[in-house]
């Protein structure tokens, strides 16, 4: 399983910026996929998760209300839409997939395969 993100770049604050993972094989489907953010000198943590057939999602309280979550798995894709930046939200993010069935997990040790993460940088 390979994972390409992009998507990420420079914006000011309140603004909005659509990140992409695209996933080079057959089996999108069958990952639950989250993505992650890690900003300098912190801890990677989570941000947003989605179920197989994207009918569920879940997020951190930090981004709740301003960011969302989808997946097109016709097009072995998954988005981060990110309304109403703020400087914290700088960081690099990551798309992540974990095989495993009826679990949406929040915790990075659970997913399997990660992408090569994407610079999202706020200014003030």
């Known amino acids: 399983v390979q994972l390409q993100a992009s998507g990420g770049g420079l914006v000011q604050a309140g603004g909005s910026l659509r990140l992409s993972c695209a996933e080079s094989?057959?089996?999108?489907?069958?990952?639950?996929m989250g993505w992650f953010r890690q900003a300098p000198g912190k801890e990677r943590e989570f941000v947003a998760a989605?179920?197989?057939?994207?009918?569920?999602?879940f997020y951190a309280d930090s981004v709740k209300g301003r960011f969302t979550i989808s997946r097109d798995n016709a097009k072995n894709t998954v988005y981060l839409q990110m309304n109403s930046l703020k400087p914290e939200d700088t960081a690099v993010y990551y798309c992540?997939?974990?095989?495993?069935?009826?679990?949406?997990?929040?915790?990075?040790?659970?997913?399997?395969?990660w992408g090569q993460g994407t610079l999202v940088t706020v200014s003030s």
């Open positions: 989605v179920s197989r057939a994207g009918g569920t999602t």
């Open positions: 992540a997939a974990d095989h495993r069935a009826g679990v949406i997990a929040r915790s990075s040790r659970e997913y399997d395969y």
């Open positions: 094989g057959r089996t999108f489907s069958s990952y639950v």
